[in-house]
Structure formats: C-alpha cells, structure tokens
C-alpha cells in the first residue's frame, strides 16, 4: 500500500512538473510573439520613414533639375543676344553640364549660381543613391531576422512534444526537468540575443545623433589623460637617483612619444556585431566559388576563413558572438545547399568545406587527444576559451544531409542507363543473347562505358574540391551498390535474361566496371568497394554454372553465399534452357539448396536500392598555417580584420 502511495504522488509530481513545463512553452512562446511583432513595428517604421525621406528628396531633386534646365535656356538666349552685340565680344568661359552641353555665362554672378546649383545636383544625387543603398540593406536586414524569428517558432512548437516524451520515458524526473529548463534558457538566450542584436544594428540615427558627442567625450578624456600624466610625473620625485626635470608634457610631446606597436597576424579575422549577415552573404549564400577555387587558393578557404572568424571570438572570450557566428554560418550552408541541390558542383563545394569547417574544429578544439598530435608551431591556433564539441555533431549531421544529396543526384543519371546499358546490351561480339518469347530488348544507346564515364565524373568532381579519399571510396561504394540492388531486382523480374548467354555478357559487363575501380585505386587496403557488387556477381555466375544434378547444388550454395535463399530459388525456376540439349533445373536441386539454406525470417526477395549507408568520418592531422592565409578581393570582405 505505502508502494502504490508512493508512486502515486510520484505521478501527481510528474504531471505537476509537465504543466510548469507547458506555462515555461507558452511564456517562451509569448515572448517570441512580443519579439516578434516589435521587430516588425521597427522595421515597418524605419522603412516609412527612409521611404518618406526619399520621395521628399526626390521632389527637391526634381525641383533643382527644372530650375536647372530653366536657367540653362535663360543663359543661351542671354549668349545669342551678347553675339549679337555691335562691340562682337567673346563669351566668357563655358561650363560643362551633365549630358556635355556647354553654357557660356553672361556675367560672374550668373556663372557663380549656375556652379552652385550644379553642384547642389550633383549632391542630392549622391545623397538619393546612398539613401536607396540603406534601404535594401534594412530589407536584406528585415527578412534575415523573419527568417529566425520563423525558426524561433518552430523550435518552440517541436521542444515541446519531444521534451515531454523525455519526462514521461525516464526514470529520474529531477534530471529531466532540469534539462528541460536548460533547453528554455538556451532557446530564450537566442531569442533576446537576436532581439538584441536588432536593435543595435537598426537605430542608426539615434547613432550617428550621439556620434559627435562620443567624439566630444572621448576629446575630454584625452586632455583629462595628459593632466594625469603631468601629475603624476611631478608626484615621483626620484628615478634611478635623480631627481625628474620640473616640466609638463604638452599635448603634442605626449601624442609624439606613444606610438602603438605593429602586431604580427595572428591567423585570426574580427567580424564585428552587424557583420553577420554580411559575412553569410559574400561568404555563402551569394559566394561564386570561381573567387576561391581558382589557381592559388588553398582548398577548404572558405571553411578556414569561417574558423578564423570563430577563433577570434574565442580568443576575446565572448561566447555570444562565437553562437552567433556559428548559427549564422550553419543556417546559410543549409540555405544555399537546398536551392542548388540538383548542381553537383556546388553540392560537392559546400561537403568539401563544411568537411574542412568541421576538422578545424576538431583539430584544433584544444582537447588533449588531437592537441598532443599538433607541432608547436599549430599548438598556438587552438582554440583557449571555449568547448564546441556540440557543434561538431551539427556540422556531421550538415556533411551526411550534402552528402546523401549528392548520391541521390548521381542516383538519377545513372538510373536510366543501368538496364540498357547492363542487362539488355550485348557487349561481346557474335554473341547473341535475345531470348524467343521474351520481351523485346530495344537500343536505347546506352552501354557500360557511359555509366563507367559518369563513375569518373564524379570521382573526378570529388577528387578536384579535396574530399578525403576515405568519403570518395564510400561515395563509389553506394553507387555501386544502387547499382547492384537495380540490376539484381530487374534480373529476378525478368524472365528473358535467366539464361545462360546472358549470365555471360552481364559478367563481361560488371567486369568493365570492376577493371575501372581497380584502375582508380579505390579498392585498395581492403576497402569492400567491390563488394558492393557481390549480389549481381553471383547471379551471373549462376546463369552460367551447372545445374543439371544435386551434385552441383552443393557448389551452387558456395558460390552464391550473398544471395539470399528467395533470391535462389527464383532464379533457379525462372532459368530457361539456351539450348534442346539443355535441360531445365530439376526441382530436386531446389529442394536441395532449400534444405541446406533455409529461408530465414525477415529475409526479401527484393533489394532496396535507396538503402543508404552509413558515412564514417576519419581524422588525421593536417598542417595549415592560418597565418599565411589571404582573403581575394572577389569576396568582397574588407569589413573583416586581420588579428
């Protein structure tokens, strides 16, 4: 009875504990509301009034034009009426106006107000232009932050469910509250960071009103400084025994004798708060990679000018603006990888970099087993402050998502070849594989060389944006598999092609593509990419073996280990002899493989071609020297600086 009594106020605790939790969800979630809508009354505030400014900007520019063009007239007919004069003077000196035409001023005080209101032009142009340039920037600005205010929402509409799932499965319902509470802050610390972070990069007249009275201020404590420095000079009577002249250091004598130290780069990039979507920008979503894939650019660039950015964050131990960074960074490559998913190309750049970003972060994490492998020159680039070990698991999770995005690209071109191009092509000359009764096997130009031409594409694509030979063998390795599961499920389907020429030319066909791998080097040190085509091997193989006897279902059993019983057995019965001294497969060499090799639970008749296997990362030490890196100027990015 005490047992049930306790478990009992156990689950009233529990339910007490999931309705805090729920007031945590809806306070997080009015928040982001409250956020949110003031973010929007800002925006659509500064945007009517740039807009507002603008158009009376306009009005006054037009208005200048048409007092400009009034006087333009004036002054030529005053010019014909001078050349007209009896006493035939020379027109004095002409002004050049926009569009190349030449006006020649009667007088001084005429030739005076016509420079005036041309150059008046010429300012409120300026002026116009640059006042459109902010406005795009504060529209760039505004759906930035839509966009995480949206993820915001999302976040706290999934954290519930999930988290309540965590407090009902577990067994210690004090821990689970308290990592509830830790997923609150952390989601309420980005919230008011970026809330924050708004304000601060919005209010830009309230800055440039106070700017001048920085100044002013920062002028005081400068003066302030210099009678300091006097006072305390005359306050040391004695240094190294003698006594300190009487004399006050004027303000040019002290500017004169600090001078600041040139600092050595450090291998670091400042990117100040503002920045962000800047550097996401020129650095990700509109990068052209040609700026940093050209001759003379390192490999992985873009990923160590990211890293460098994150370095200096840490170095002045500011852990927001590491967040930040990271956050920005992770969210652009999603970005940019979404649109452009179906161009290898720039799928391949961003698995390169985001393979690059993620071993600088573990290289040089500053944890003991990667640090003791780094020299002592590489020691110093380490990070000093800060553990992103949370982070690597989200830039795994990104290089799995681009790197399955790839496969499945290079899944579809090579779809359409397979069964043309394997199966029903009659590679060998002078032998003739059509079989009378079956279906009809059309030329659709395919053959083994095109496939084994897209394998070297992408071997190729890999190769030149340096991924690891260890991700190139097991990107070949899931291609081969597609298309060993292909071939295999269209063979069992297809009565025509179970017969013996036909196992002949389909391992000719295979061996192409085996020959190829060998050629490249991709099978070397016993890296199974071979083996991915063991299942179409051996199906050829037993299209050519005898199966006349029971004597030969002992050999058939060794040789088709890889092949499932419900894979043998059809087969077998859909084999069709090639010739009258031929014989069909007895149904004692059935009986026979099914009672040595019993068909197991769970076991298919199918393979399925979209499986795909898991991505194992490996790590080796790698030598970069951040110090000797230089951003091209194609990127735009002067707005960082060197540290």
Known sequence: LSRKTREEEEIEELKARIKELEQDVARAK????????????????????????????????QKMVIDNNNLQRQLQELQTIAELRESGAAPTTPIVVNGGDKIYPVDDNERQRLEEIIVENVELKESLDRMTDELMDALDEQALMRNKYEQ??????????????????????????????????SLRVELFSDVAKFNKNNIKTDEDAALQSKVETLAGENIKLLDDIN???????????????????????????????????????????????KLVKRLITQLKTEHVTGPGCMSGLTAHIMFMCVRYADHCNDESRIQELLT???????????????????????????????????????????????????????????????????????????????????????????????????????MNTSFSGGRKQGDKGYDTGMIVNRLQFYLQLLSSQSVGISIVRQFIGQLLYFINATLLNNLILRKDLCHWSKGIQIRYNLSQVEQWVREQGLDLDDSGVLTCLSEIRQASQL???????????????????NLNTMQLQKLLMLYSPSSEFEERVPQDVIKYILNHKPIEAGTKLMMDPNKLHALKFTYETKDIDFTMITIPQGLRLDFLEKY
């Not at 309540?164 to 802050?185: C, F, G, M, V, Y």
């Not at 199966?547 to 088709?560: R, Y």
């Open 328 to 430: 920005a960074i992770i969210s652009g490559v999603t970005s940019v990888t979404r649109k452009q998913s179906k161009d290898p190309v720039i799928s391949t750049f961003w698995l390169s970099n985001c393979l690059a970003l993620l071993h600088d972060l573990t290289q040089f994490s500053g944890e003991e087993l990667y640090h003791n492998r780094l020299s002592p020159a590489m020691r110093d680039f380490a990070l000093k402050n800060y553990d992103l070990s949370d982070y690597r698991p989200l830039l795994s999770d990104q290089c799995v998502n681009i790197y399955h995005t790839i496969v499945r690209t290079a899944q579809d071109e090579i779809q359409p070849m397979l069964i043309p191009g394997m199966l029903e092509h009659d590679s060998i000359p002078g």
């Open 30 to 61: 009015e928040e982001t509301d409250t956020a949110k809508q003031y973010g929007e009354e800002r925006y659509s505030k500064l945007e009517r009034s740039m807009m507002s400014q603008i158009e009376v900007e306009r009005e006054h520019h």
């Open 543 to 561: 299209l050519q073996m005898n199966k006349s006897s029971v004597e030969n279902a002992a050999a058939i059993v060794e040789t088709c280990c």
């Open 152 to 185: 915001m929402e999302l976040k706290l509409s999934t954290v519930k469910d999930s988290l309540l799932r965590e407090i009902i499965n577990t067994r210690n319902p004090r821990q689970a509250q308290d990592k509830i509470k830790s997923h609150l802050d």
């Open 231 to 277: 006072r305390l000079q005359n306050a040391i009577p004695f240094i190294s025994g003698k006594i300190l002249p009487d004399k006050k250091l004027t303000k040019q004598e002290s500017l004169s004798t600090i001078r600041q130290r040139k600092q050595e780069f450090r291998g670091m990039f400042a990117c100040k708060k503002g920045d962000d979507s």
